[in-house]
């Protein structure tokens, strides 16, 4: 299993971003699909789930109404669309794949990718 | 929301012996409860999942017990490349499965 996170840089405060996860080595299209984030030196928070589906998708309460995340299984990808981003935004943001369809529990992760949110 | 306590936030055990790691929960999880290691600068690792079932390739040093609002993780003997945090995370009820805020365990 493989995940390859893109889409990470310094935005500046109020903007958008668009976070890219390619995954491969395993069948994308059955399985269900999170975004995590770790702040500088603080702990894991769940942002994000979309099903293997995409029939529903699921947000961690600060994130919900800013954040959209989706996918694409034909091309073996996954998106979050990051808007009105402010520091608090400010972590390296995971890609992981969920091991038992949507449950929760991730047996894979992406290596990560940096959002900084700084004018 | 479950919150996940974990204890103590720092841990420092000899090569060899035995560490042991604590979570609990505000509410019953039953046994949904995952445990994974995160080495300085690398994405985190699941170690064990249903409180006590090791993941792929995880050594059989590593061990998980309890269940409901209580649960340890042990490390039977001490090697230098356990080094890390360790986090505990619900997924009983959820949005949002909850993590804990981590054990960081150093080697003397």
């Known amino acids: 299993v493989h995940l390859v996170e893109s889409g990470g840089g310094v935005v500046q405060p109020g903007k958008s971003v668009r976070l890219s996860c390619e995954g491969s080595g395993f069948a994308f299209f059955s399985f269900g699909m999170h975004w995590f984030r770790q702040a500088p030196g603080k702990g894991l928070e769940w942002v994000a789930l979309i099903p293997y589906d995409a029939s529903k998708e699921f947000y961690a309460d600060s994130v919900r109404g800013r954040f959209t995340i989706s996918r694409d299984n034909s091309q073996s990808m996954v998106y979050l669309q990051m808007n009105s981003l402010g520091p608090e935004d400010t972590a390296v943001y995971y890609c992981?794949?969920?091991?038992?369809?949507?449950?929760?529990?991730?047996?894979?992760w992406g290596q990560g990718t940096l959002v900084t949110v700084s004018s | 929301e479950i919150v996940m306590t974990q204890s103590p936030a720092t841990l420092s055990v000899s090569p060899g012996e035995r560490a042991t790691l604590s979570c609990r929960a505000s509410q019953s999880v039953g046994s949904n409860l995952a445990w994974y290691q995160q080495r300085p600068g690398q994405a985190p690792r699941l170690l064990l999942y249903?409180?006590?079932i090791r993941a792929t390739d995880v050594p059989d040093r590593f061990s998980g017990t309890g269940s409901g609002t209580e649960f340890t993780l042990t490390i039977s003997s001490l090697q230098s490349e356990d080094c890390a945090v360790y986090y505990c995370?619900?997924?009983?009820?959820?949005?949002?499965?909850?993590f804990g805020q981590g054990t960081r365990l150093e080697i003397k």
């Open positions: 995370q619900q997924y009983k009820k959820w949005p949002p499965a909850t």
């Open positions: 249903g409180a006590s």
């Open positions: 992981a794949k969920d091991a038992f369809k949507v449950s929760q529990v991730i047996d894979s």
